[in-house]
Every structure is written in structure tokens, then in C-alpha cells.
């Protein structure tokens, strides 16, 4: 692998220590990125042991480091990054910030975190980053995603700001401003389905959770062409998905013991993206179907599960079965379950894991779809490491398999 440019030079932030307890970001012992299968088919994340502390040393030396950034740490989105990239071979974090808790540590925000210094977003250089993740509000990145492309660093950004394709489109969904420019520029950010896209791209959107739960279920029918007549979703996620802000309806004794359907049928934010996203899978021609959308809360802190029910007319259930084994055969994140097997957040949780179950409905040509994610994961964080392997030039999986949990209290979930 080619050592970045910005590696052979001296950075007069190159030898900043952010972590105040002195703490190593590494282990003493490299962690391999070769899978073991549990019980239920899914990969062992448990780290496996592959050198002896000299081989390490010598193997850590030896590995470019890329620096990256993250804007907005403190947010769930955010404080995820830090618990993955932390422990990534290739990455090392040059600086993450937050307004609201700047001159604190990380783990003032989240006590599972690690010790690191957050800085005032005015106060950081993006000059000598390879890297940036914005995982800011929408409608504030704009500026900053501009400031650093333009000093030539690569940027993931988390918000929403350029998913939609369409300038009235996203005026009418998001009211926010931003710059025509990048939305035009930007990668739309599903990694399974837009890979060869990814490699050497400067600007990636990364996509939103719900979105990224549902097209993963839908996308092997929508490559064909098969999906006919509305597709209706209904989507239970964890209260993190709200943010770390506190509202009154996320409010522990609003949410606990209790399910709470909101904005349903058309009127979330995500379902434009979700059928533009069916626009780029589907052939030319096809006539797209309308997303009917109906999202939930549940008393679980993180985690997300969509139940879709589509109509196939021209493909049997089979023959549905066998065009997704065939579409995820060789993805490192994805596993069809076995026959009759619905798929389940517990699966899932912590991990960039998808879990896709399918069913068919007896004497009717639908079929139901259900998809796991974990929605700070794959539904953010994971999703936005991976992107950014890809765009370095570095193995996908790298960082987010045979790593540490990012938070506390993980177990393997096939137990």
C-alpha cells in the first residue's frame, strides 16, 4: 500500500497526543481481520490474536496511517466513530470536536468512550487530515465540507445534506442550504450497492438509517425490475435513532413501555431518498413504486428492524430466494438467513452486521422482507468506516471486523 502524501511529511499536529491518559489507540496485539463462524452463521467479532508483540510492533510500523477528523463527536453518531476507528490499523484520529462540550473529554459524553480531548470545531486545522467525518445537524455542513476539499482532504458526510439528488427536492424536504456543487459531486453512500463508485472518491453521502435498512432488503428485487405496485415498510428502530438531544416524546418515561408510530404513510424525511435510491437500482424504463413509510419507536436503546411487504408478480418465491443468495453471496456484512428464519435486532446490535429473512405469503404473489441493522452501525458509523476503506484504497471489512465492541455490555449475540 502507497504511504499517503501527508504521512512523509512533518505535521506540527503529528505528534498532539488527544488522548490526555496517554492511553495506546492499539492494542499489543494486532487484531486479524480472518473471520471464525459462530452457530448462527454470523462472523465471531471477538479479536484473534495473530502476532507476538515484537511481529506487532514491527507490523504497526509498517502500516500507512491515515489521519482523519471528526466534526460533532459528541453526538451518537459521532462518539460511535471515535469507539471504531480508535481501534482501525490504518487510522489514526487527529482530532474530533463538539461546541457544546469542547475542553472535555469524550468520556464525560459517554463514560464507555475513550479518553479523548474534545476541541472547538474554530480551533482545528483540516489541512493535515486525509479524513473528515461530518456528523453535524443538517443544514450546517455545507461550509465546512467546501473548507475541507478544498485544503484536499476526503469527506464522509453523515448529515443529510447531500443525499437527495434534486436542489427543489431537498428544499422541500430539508429547508436547509447547501452547495449545488457538492450534492452533484457527492457518492451516495450504500456501500454494497455503490462500491465501484467509492474508490478514490473525494465525497461520499452517507446514507440514512432507514434508508440503508429497507434498500438492502429491497435492492436485489429493484435491480431486476421486479418491484411492482406500492411497497409498504413498516420500521421499528432504537430511541438512539432520535439523537442525543433530549425531547419530550424520547423522555424515559414517555418511551419506556411503550411503541409509538410517527410521521407515517409519506410524510418522513427518508422516504424521498428511499425512492431515489429504487430510481438508481432500477433499470432505465422501469416504473418505480411508491414507498408507503411507517416508522416506530420502541423502548430499546439502539437497533433497527424493517418489515416490508412488496409484490413480485413476475419471479416465484424460490426464485426471489435464490436471486438474493445470489446477490449477497460474497458480501462480508450480509447474510440471508435460512428458510422461514425472520430477522431479528438482537442479531445485530453492535456490529455491522445485516440480517435479511424472507417469507412468502400463501396463495398471493407478495412477498415479506424483514431487515436488521443496528442503527448507530450500519445505519452510521459502520457504514461510514467502510465507505472510507473503500475510498483509501484499504480492505472494506478493515476495522470493523475482529474489532473491539464499540460500546459496553456486547456479548456474542449467537449465544
Not at 447474510?335 to 425472520?342: D, R
Not at 468506516?385 to 456486547?410: K, R
Request: hydrophobic residues 35%; proline residues 7%.
Amino acid at each position: 500500500m502507497e504511504v499517503p502524501e501527508r504521512l512523509k511529511k512533518t505535521s506540527p499536529h503529528q505528534s498532539t497526543n488527544i488522548f490526555p491518559d496517554n492511553t495506546l489507540r492499539h492494542t499489543e496485539t494486532a487484531v486479524s481481520d480472518t473471520r471464525t463462524t459462530n452457530s448462527r452463521g454470523w462472523s465471531d467479532m471477538r479479536p484473534t490474536p495473530q502476532h507476538t508483540q515484537e511481529e506487532n510492533k514491527e507490523h504497526i510500523l509498517q502500516t500507512p496511517r491515515y489521519r482523519v477528523g471528526i466534526m460533532g463527536a459528541s453526538g451518537y453518531t459521532g462518539t460511535e466513530l471515535v469507539q471504531i476507528l480508535q481501534h482501525h490499523p490504518a487510522i489514526q484520529i487527529a482530532f474530533a470536536t463538539s461546541r457544546s462540550y469542547a475542553g472535555q473529554s469524550l468520556r464525560a459524553v459517554e463514560p464507555s468512550a475513550p479518553n479523548l480531548m474534545l476541541q472547538p470545531p474554530d480551533s482545528v486545522s483540516v489541512k493535515d487530515v486525509d479524513v473528515v467525518f461530518v456528523c453535524l445537524p443538517h443544514g450546517t455542513t455545507a461550509a465546512i465540507t467546501k473548507e475541507c476539499l478544498e485544503a484536499g482532504a476526503r469527506v464522509v458526510d453523515l448529515s443529510g445534506d447531500l443525499r437527495l439528488r434534486s436542489e427543489k427536492l431537498h428544499q422541500k424536504v430539508y429547508g436547509t442550504p447547501r452547495s449545488k456543487g457538492l450534492s452533484q459531486q457527492a457518492v451516495y453512500g450504500l456501500t454494497e450497492f455503490q462500491r465501484h463508485l467509492l474508490p478514490g472518491a473525494n465525497l461520499v453521502s452517507n446514507p440514512g438509517c432507514y434508508p440503508t435498512c429497507s434498500m438492502l432488503g429491497l435492492a436485489p428485487l429493484a435491480r431486476e425490475g421486479l418491484l411492482e405496485g406500492d411497497v409498504v415498510i413498516q420500521a421499528v428502530s432504537g430511541i438512539s435513532g432520535a439523537g442525543r438531544k433530549a425531547r419530550p416524546n424520547t423522555h424515559f418515561c414517555m418511551a419506556t413501555e411503550n411503541v409509538r408510530p410517527y410521521k407515517p404513510g409519506r410524510l418522513h424525511r427518508h422516504v424521498p431518498e428511499m425512492e431515489q435510491t429504487l430510481h438508481i437500482l432500477s433499470p432505465e424504463g422501469t416504473e418505480l413504486p411508491q414507498v408507503i413509510f411507517n416508522p416506530h419507536t420502541v423502548p430499546v436503546e439502539r437497533g433497527m428492524l424493517a418489515t416490508m411487504v412488496v409484490q413480485v408478480p413476475k419471479m416465484s418465491y424460490p426464485q426471489v430466494r435464490e436471486l438474493f443468495l445470489q446477490t449477497y453471496q460474497s458480501e462480508p456484512f450480509v447474510e440471508v438467513l435460512p428458510e422461514g428464519e425472520a430477522a431479528e435486532i438482537r442479531t445485530v446490535t453492535r456490529t455491522n452486521r445485516v440480517a435479511i429473512g424472507l417469507h412468502s405469503v400463501a396463495g398471493s404473489d407478495r412477498i415479506v422482507v424483514t431487515c436488521a441493522i443496528d442503527n448507530l452501525q450500519k445505519g452510521a458509523a459502520g457504514q461510514a468506516v467502510q465507505n472510507m476503506n473503500l475510498m483509501l484504497g484499504l480492505e472494506e471489512t478493515t476495522g470493523l471486523i475482529g474489532a473491539p465492541p464499540a460500546l459496553i455490555g456486547w456479548q456474542d449475540n449467537a449465544q
